[in-house]
């Protein structure tokens, strides 16, 4: 090698480094609150894992992931797709139409919470390994708007179509108008307004959205964000769910990220597109979360008075999850099976 090939590639090696060190600089620490004593640490650690940990030499796929407990029968049906050699964008949206049509996961699709006015109004997008993605939100009497989210994508030149526009999309689409709102729904709703709250419910308790992400066994990845928002949110209110980049992001080059929780503060720091990048600066998907979470603790005041978590997959089938309080788990399914796991969390304590 001449001496001027090797003073370049010194300095690009030296560059790296730099970049390396300011991105760790930058990277804020959540050490403002004190339940986050051992963020330092594990921040650095995370640093260290990043350039030292061996990238897996063999690829974990076909797998499917999803949040929540709800997420072990979502995925079962996604993982049918998935086993039959099916794509992971048919898996996702397969997946993710089990909770939408459960009436006992109060917090997705029929069933579902209805806003302060007592309408049931829907969030969810989709996105595929090329970047295709479509969305809708605030869509009413739509029992699976993860359907029309992909027809949105699949059949308009947009990403996304909101309110009344998107309900008479989906019913030029074919989609069939109906009641969402159970009577259990209607019965809780009644009591939340006679109680006269005059705020939306938006707590620790309040965020069991599914998001679903898939590798399949051409490794391709996709994902997939539902939910029916914060409970007795303001008319209107949009959450992160359908927000691509916020409740969910997908790079075939680096990997896919979800989230669940209160969406304000994953939009605040476009959450899941953040997860992503730092996968791309070499950080494994439980390590990229963290540092999500960490950067909403750090960034957002009052942060700790709602729940945030992430979910993330790696284009070689790596999973990670973190959450800002204990309390938030995750479903996994490939080959050897399925497994709900417990994610790590930054603060003491859990909120169930
Ligand atoms: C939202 N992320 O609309 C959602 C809340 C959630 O079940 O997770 N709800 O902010």
Request: with cysteine.
């Amino acid at each position: 090698m001449t001496k001027s090939k090797m003073s370049q590639q010194h300095k690009s090696l030296l560059q790296g480094r730099r970049d390396l060190l300011k991105l760790a600089a930058a990277l804020p620490l959540a050490g403002g609150l004190s339940a986050c004593a051992s963020t330092t640490a594990s921040d650095k650690s995370a640093t260290a894992a990043a350039t030292s940990t061996p990238k897996p030499s063999a690829v974990r796929k076909p797998i499917v992931v999803s949040t929540w407990e709800h997420g072990m029968p979502a995925n079962a049906a996604a993982w049918q797709v998935l086993a039959a050699g099916g794509s992971a964008l048919d898996a996702v949206e397969q997946g993710v139409r089990v909770p939408e049509a459960d009436p006992a996961v109060r917090t997705v699709g029929y069933g579902g919470y209805p806003d302060a006015s007592g309408e049931v109004t829907l969030d969810a997008c989709i996105m595929d390994h090329q970047l295709n993605c479509g969305s809708v939100a605030g869509l009413k009497r739509i029992k699976h708007p993860i359907s029309v989210a992909r027809a949105v994508m699949e059949k308009t030149p947009h990403v996304m179509l909101v309110g009344e526009g998107a309900l008479t999309f989906a019913k030029a689409q074919g989609f069939v108008e109906e009641n969402l709102l159970t009577e259990q729904s209607k019965q809780d709703w009644l009591v939340w307004r006679e109680q006269g709250k005059a705020k939306s419910q938006i707590n620790l308790e309040n965020h069991d959205t599914i998001g679903m992400l898939a590798l399949d066994s051409d490794g391709h990845l996709a994902g997939a964000c539902t939910t029916s928002g914060a409970a007795y949110k303001l008319p209107g209110r949009v959450g992160d769910s359908p927000l691509i980049g916020a409740g969910l992001y997908v790079d075939q080059d680096v990997g896919a990220a979800t989230a669940t929780g209160l969406g304000e503060l994953m939009i605040k720091t476009v959450g899941c597109h953040l997860v992503v990048e730092l996968m791309r600066q070499g950080l494994n998907p439980q390590q990229a979360c963290q540092r999500a979470v960490e950067r909403i603790a750090a960034k957002i005041p009052n942060a700790a008075e709602a729940q945030v978590g992430f979910l993330a997959l790696s284009v070689s089938g790596e999973v990670g999850a973190y959450c800002l309080h204990g309390g938030f788990n995750y479903a996994v399914q490939d080959a050897s099976g399925a497994t709900l796991t417990d994610a790590i969390h930054l603060l003491p304590g859990v909120v169930v």
